[in-house]
């Protein structure tokens, strides 16, 4: 049905109920904030003589970021519906008056976040509103989902805190401010986000990365240090602190986070460890990501990544190491899944934004699995080698005679980790928290993580073999239908100045290793490097060239080839990607119960920059269906349109049955979802 082009003479944002439902009120009621995958409303109030249709096509647009794009997931395009679809971007609208339409938008649960714009997409864009867009821990398929609503009140809405400090046998509290509702914090925490060298060097993709938690932590451990970048504080361990504040006089985020913004983000002079936790604590709960601050009594800083603190005495005995051991150290942890690494290693995840070591050439740290640290496993994601010594590193003591030589003298397998400690939820009291970080002191479990992560870190530390080194990398997410980066890393681990030559080129290739045709090609020829400096090509797969390319599967075989200029050395590397297919939306109308007929809505947005044709859903599903399955055939679909379709069952059998859809056309087929269903007598 044609609608004519609507005429808004305001619009009703009810922020007093949005926020309240998003719990978000805590931030004013002045302006419209709001968390991925939850819906919220706004009335439309239309100009005399205009009409809103019922039924009617009317399209959305919601962007974010200084160039909001389709391919990246910054611009999304959306119509309205009959159901909200708790899985992507979708809205309907209801008629409240002759003058005022009910809209209600729900965004896609793994949206970026940040300020947005959503207006009306008819021709010209007719703006309706701004909001901001936060992380959803009520929100079951967001990322930060935590299941208890006492752990949400304490690590996402609690606005104060208490931070250990002291020596295992004397623990002090302090009490922290957090403040991440008080005014104006909430746009300071996007300014740092806008700040950070991922965004200032690639503003486009900073905002379509966004929408991972993980993401969000890493960049904030290296902006709330300022080692790098326009940070937010200054580290002083000096004991002078003559131009700007001792980091023991601070007793509250909100005024760090205000004097930087208003010195036009230049950093705050001093922070120390439990300060740059806090202060990371208050823009992870203000942007909806649960946070805690955690304290680790005796806590190593192994500077050469050997697991093991060695201390060396001179006559005088006076402690000459590198490495050290910390009366105690603050840093926090994050809730969140990781899609990046195996099951298991969801949950708490470690980050320090204290400046203490570089990581990718940055200085920050994790976020890491606090499992994985428990459990020794060094290859996690990120810089478990670090923060593993932090509560488990072995300490060794040598005394150096007057010929140089040295003797051990000591040694502790206890002395680093102890007494681990948070905030209780809920209550004013400390948790010790250690056994999630490690087994017991001194039992055999212990032993065998410890060896673990010492095979481990010493495969790690002997991965990079002299030479050239060749590594293959990919970006997380590749639609099938979009256009993306891949990229040939290469390093040089040697002393000497190298000159190379690689191909790196893409091909099509089925399930079963048959190769197709080539669909991407780059060449780097009289490359040089410098010992120890790395370039990166980047290989443009495009669409209009592997569309054509890949078979059912979706497959695509990456090969970088190598050959050393002067040793004539070859080197090879290959890595098959597989391209992502869009997802259907199912939405149950009703309650299922045997023998009464219920429909399914059944959607699907088309990723291809062109036509799909011969598009059908159809239903199956034991006791759901007889044999055959049901199917809505819905003919084509245009570019990035939504295929959408109604399907009937009628139940049979009652109990616990899976609904599975499926999803054929031209150009994509065997796509398929399920649904859970429970059905009533």
Same mark, same amino acid.
């Given at each position: 049905?044609?609608?004519?082009?609507?005429?808004?003479?305001?619009?009703?944002?009810?922020?007093?109920?949005?926020?309240?439902?998003?719990?978000?009120?805590?931030?004013?009621?002045?302006?419209?904030?709001?968390?991925?995958?939850?819906?919220?409303?706004?009335?439309?109030?239309?100009?005399?003589?205009?009409?809103?249709?019922?039924?009617?096509?009317?399209?959305?647009? $919601?962007?974010?970021?200084?160039?909001?794009?389709?391919?990246?997931?910054? $611009?999304?395009?959306?119509?309205?519906?009959?159901?909200?679809?708790?899985?992507?971007?979708?809205?309907?609208?209801?008629?409240?008056?002759?003058?005022?339409?009910?809209?209600?938008?729900?965004?896609?649960?793994?949206?970026?976040?940040?300020? +947005?714009?959503?207006?009306?997409?008819?021709?010209?864009?007719?703006?309706?509103?701004?909001?901001?867009?936060?992380?959803?821990?009520?929100? %079951?398929?967001?990322?930060?989902?935590?299941?208890?609503? $006492?752990?949400?009140? &304490?690590?996402?809405?609690?606005?104060?805190?208490? @931070?250990?400090?002291?020596?295992?046998?004397?623990?002090?509290?302090?009490?922290?401010?957090?403040?991440?509702?008080?005014?104006?914090?909430?746009?300071?925490?996007?300014?740092?986000?806008?700040?950070?060298?991922?965004?200032?060097?690639?503003?486009?993709?900073?905002?379509?990365?966004?929408?991972?938690?993980?993401?969000?932590?890493?960049?904030?451990?290296?902006?709330?240090?300022?080692?790098?970048?326009?940070?937010?504080?200054?580290?002083?361990?000096?004991?002078?602190?003559?131009?700007?504040?001792?980091?023991?006089?601070?007793?509250?985020?909100?005024?760090?986070?205000?004097?930087?913004?208003?010195?036009?983000?230049?950093?705050? &002079? +001093?922070?120390?460890?439990?300060?740059?936790?806090?202060?990371?604590?208050?823009?992870?709960?203000?942007?909806?990501?649960?946070?805690?601050?955690?304290?680790?009594?005796?806590?190593?800083?192994?500077?050469?990544?050997?697991?093991?603190?060695?201390?060396?005495?001179? %006559?005088?005995? &006076?402690?000459? #190491?590198?490495?050290?051991?910390?009366?105690?150290?603050?840093?926090?942890?994050?809730?969140?899944?990781?899609?990046?690494?195996?099951?298991?290693? &969801?949950?708490?995840?470690?980050?320090?934004?204290?400046?203490?070591?570089?990581?990718?050439?940055?200085?920050?740290?994790?976020?890491?699995?606090?499992? $994985?640290?428990?459990?020794?496993?060094?290859?996690?994601?990120?810089?478990?080698?670090?923060?593993?010594?932090?509560?488990?590193?072995?300490?060794?003591?040598?005394?150096?005679?007057?010929?140089?030589?040295?003797? %051990?003298?000591?040694?502790?397998?206890?002395?680093?980790?102890?007494?681990?400690?948070?905030?209780?939820?809920?209550?004013?009291?400390?948790?010790?928290?250690?056994?999630?970080?490690?087994?017991?002191?001194?039992?055999?479990?212990?032993?065998?993580?410890?060896?673990?992560?010492?095979?481990?870190?010493?495969?790690?530390?002997?991965?990079?073999?002299?030479?050239?080194?060749?590594?293959?990398?990919?970006?997380?997410?590749?639609?099938?239908?979009?256009?993306?980066?891949?990229?040939?890393?290469?390093?040089?681990?040697?002393?000497?100045?190298?000159?190379?030559?690689?191909?790196?080129?893409?091909?099509?290739?089925?399930?079963?290793? %048959?190769?197709?045709?080539?669909?991407?090609?780059?060449?780097?020829?009289?490359?040089?490097?410098?010992?120890?400096?790395?370039?990166?090509?980047?290989?443009?797969?495009?669409?209009?060239?592997?569309?054509?390319?890949?078979?059912?599967?979706?497959?695509?075989?990456?090969?970088?080839?190598?050959?050393?200029?002067?040793?004539?050395?070859?080197?090879?590397?290959?890595?098959?990607?597989?391209?992502? #297919?869009?997802?259907?939306?199912?939405?149950?109308?009703?309650?299922?119960?045997?023998?009464?007929?219920?429909?399914?809505?059944?959607?699907?947005?088309?990723?291809?920059?062109?036509?799909?044709?011969?598009?059908?859903?159809?239903?199956?599903?034991?006791?759901?269906?007889?044999?055959?399955?049901?199917?809505?055939?819905?003919?084509?679909?245009?570019?990035?349109?939504?295929?959408?379709?109604?399907?009937?069952?009628?139940?049979?059998?009652?109990?616990?049955?899976?609904?599975? @859809?499926?999803?054929?056309?031209?150009?994509?087929?065997?796509?398929?979802?399920?649904?859970?269903?429970?059905?009533?007598?």
């Amino acid at each position: 049905m044609e609608q004519a082009a609507l005429e808004i003479e305001r619009v009703d944002l009810v922020c007093g109920v949005n926020n309240v439902e998003h719990h978000t009120e805590l931030n004013g009621v002045d302006r419209l904030v709001v968390r991925r995958g939850q819906p919220f409303t706004m009335t439309l109030h239309l100009r005399p003589g205009t009409a809103f249709k019922l039924g009617a096509s009317i399209n959305l647009i $919601a962007t974010t970021g200084p160039e909001p794009s389709e391919v990246m997931d910054t $611009a999304i395009k959306f119509g309205l519906n009959k159901f909200i679809s708790p899985a992507r971007w979708s809205a309907t609208a209801e008629l409240k008056s002759e003058s005022a339409v009910s809209l209600t938008v729900c965004s896609h649960p793994a949206a970026p976040i940040g300020l +947005y714009q959503l207006a009306l997409d008819q021709g010209t864009g007719v703006s309706l509103c701004q909001f901001v867009l936060l992380f959803n821990p009520w929100c %079951k398929r967001d990322s930060v989902y935590m299941v208890k609503e $006492a752990e949400r009140q &304490e690590y996402v809405l609690s606005q104060d805190g208490l @931070i250990y400090r002291g020596k295992p046998k004397c623990i002090s509290e302090l009490l922290w401010t957090f403040g991440q509702f008080e005014p104006g914090i909430l746009n300071i925490c996007l300014k740092v986000l806008d700040q950070s060298l991922k965004h200032l060097q690639d503003p486009i993709q900073d905002c379509s990365d966004r929408r991972s938690p993980v993401y969000i932590t890493r960049v904030l451990s290296a902006m709330i240090n300022s080692e790098d970048d326009k940070g937010v504080l200054v580290g002083n361990w000096s004991g002078n602190y003559e131009h700007g504040i001792r980091p023991t006089a601070w007793k509250d985020s909100g005024s760090i986070l205000r004097q930087w913004y208003n010195q036009k983000c230049r950093a705050v &002079e +001093y922070g120390q460890c439990w300060v740059f936790a806090a202060v990371a604590c208050t823009v992870s709960r203000a942007l909806g990501i649960p946070c805690r601050v955690v304290t680790n009594y005796g806590s190593a800083h192994d500077t050469n990544s050997n697991l093991v603190i060695e201390r060396y005495y001179n %006559k005088f005995a &006076e402690d000459i #190491s590198d490495d050290a051991i910390w009366n105690f150290h603050v840093w926090v942890e994050s809730w969140m899944t990781r899609p990046d690494l195996q099951l298991g290693y &969801e949950g708490w995840q470690a980050s320090d934004p204290t400046p203490q070591e570089t990581s990718d050439g940055v200085f920050c740290c994790g976020p890491v699995p606090v499992r $994985a640290i428990k459990e020794g496993d060094l290859s996690a994601k990120y810089d478990a080698p670090f923060v593993y010594a932090e509560v488990n590193a072995d300490v060794v003591e040598y005394a150096i005679l007057d010929d140089g030589s040295t003797v %051990k003298i000591d040694s502790s397998t206890t002395e680093v980790g102890q007494c681990i400690s948070t905030k209780a939820v809920g209550r004013d009291e400390r948790e010790d928290i250690t056994h999630l970080y490690k087994y017991p002191e001194g039992s055999e479990e212990e032993r065998q993580v410890f060896e673990k992560a010492n095979h481990q870190n010493r495969l790690i530390q002997n991965e990079e073999e002299p030479g050239l080194k060749l590594k293959i990398k990919v970006n997380p997410s590749m639609m099938v239908g979009s256009d993306f980066d891949v990229y040939a890393q290469v390093k040089n681990n040697t002393d000497s100045k190298k000159s190379f030559r690689l191909t790196f080129y893409a091909q099509a290739v089925t399930y079963n290793g %048959k190769l197709g045709e080539t669909c991407g090609l780059t060449v780097l020829t009289g490359t040089n490097l410098a010992p120890a400096e790395g370039v990166k090509a980047v290989l443009r797969l495009q669409y209009s060239m592997y569309g054509k390319a890949i078979a059912q599967e979706q497959m695509v075989r990456l090969v970088a080839l190598l050959i050393d200029k002067e040793t004539k050395e070859f080197h090879r590397a290959t890595k098959t990607i597989v391209l992502d #297919s869009p997802s259907i939306d199912i939405l149950i109308q009703g309650d299922p119960k045997v023998g009464q007929p219920i429909m399914v809505e059944v959607m699907l947005q088309n990723p291809l920059p062109e036509l799909l044709e011969n598009c059908v859903f159809s239903l199956q599903g034991a006791n759901l269906t007889d044999s055959t399955a049901t199917s809505n055939e819905v003919g084509s679909v245009g570019p990035k349109e939504l295929a959408t379709a109604e399907l009937e069952f009628t139940p049979m059998v009652s109990g616990r049955r899976k609904l599975v @859809i499926d999803f054929n056309s031209d150009k994509l087929s065997s796509i398929q979802n399920f649904k859970n269903l429970v059905i009533e007598e």
